[in-house]
């Protein structure tokens, strides 16, 4: 296969994938006020992220050390190993109020105060 023939399948699989992320972006953005919505479209792009990781990628790592040292160089230059970030419960309670809170929990602070 030649450097061109590869070039081009490159660039064809690169539009394929920004026109799918595209696509993704803009059902995010209609769904942009419903957490329930995008929570599921984290969750999917989370699965898809795992699925890719744990077969075709493990599957396509390199058998000798020079070819591995290709690829852990292209990871350090090109900003490292991708990473879905996971929020935790207690980011998402600190932009709850007080009233929020109680709504959540009206027996808590009942019981807390007697």
Known sequence: ??????SS??????????????????????????????????RRL????????????????????QALYVLLKDIEANGGWPY??????SELLRQLTQDDLDKLLPNERSQSSQ
Do not use: C
């Open 1 to 6: 296969m030649t450097n061109n023939h590869q």
């Open 9 to 42: 399948e490159i660039g064809s699989m690169e539009s394929v994938i920004e026109k799918s992320l595209e696509t993704l972006w803009s059902s995010a953005q209609e769904s942009q006020h419903d957490p329930i919505k995008l929570l599921g479209i984290l």
């Open 46 to 65: 989370e699965g898809l992220h795992q699925e890719i990781r744990d077969t075709l990628f493990q599957e396509s790592l390199p058998g000798n050390r």
């Open 84 to 89: 879905i970030y996971r929020a935790k419960l």
